[in-house]
């Protein structure tokens, strides 16, 4: 076996032995557990999205979409780790879903701030309200004070 992949020893994705060996044409083959990987995919396993022919990694989320590239990727070559590659192809999503939410979080202050301020204008106007009903009645109740009080006084210089 002069082959490169397996003098490199790179490792089967199945069994994880360093017996993966190209074959020379379009994959790779174990010659511990005998499986057989295809070199070529159009639709990314990971995203689901469409690549072009011949694309090593997806234009979506950067994963490694030929065999070849995913065996490159998984001996430990440079950049970040799957999990946070992963990750990242979220970030737009969590983005806007936290700027929706966000904007809901701030409507619904926005409603309460209205309702609070509505609740005291409405209070405002029975304030005013008692206290012109407070004024009224006292007002009344002292002009009956003096009426009573002319009374009893023009009683007494008539008698």
Not at 1 to 14: F, I, K, Q, T, V
Not at 53 to 59: I, Q, T, V
Not at 72 to 99: D, H, I, M, S, Y
Request: charged share 25%; aromatic share 6%.
């Amino acid at each position: 076996m002069s082959d490169s992949a397996s003098e490199r020893g790179l490792e089967c994705p199945a069994c994880t032995a360093a017996g993966l060996f190209f074959d020379g044409e379009a994959a790779f083959e174990c010659q511990y557990c005998g499986i057989a990987l295809a070199a070529q995919r159009m639709v990314c396993p990971t995203c689901g999205a469409e690549n072009q022919e011949g694309a090593d990694l997806c234009f979506n989320c950067h994963e490694p979409l030929s065999i070849v590239a995913s065996v490159l990727n998984r001996q430990g070559g440079t950049g970040p780790p799957l999990w946070l590659r992963r990750l990242r192809t979220q970030v737009g999503a969590l983005k806007v879903a936290e700027a929706e939410a966000s904007a809901r979080r701030f409507e619904a202050l926005v409603d309460v701030d209205r309702r609070r301020l509505k609740s005291e204008a409405e209070e405002r106007v029975r304030s005013r309200e008692r206290d012109r009903q407070l004024l009224f009645y006292g007002a009344a109740g002292l002009l009956g004070l003096i009426l009573l009080l002319l009374l009893i006084l023009a009683i007494r210089a008539a008698g």
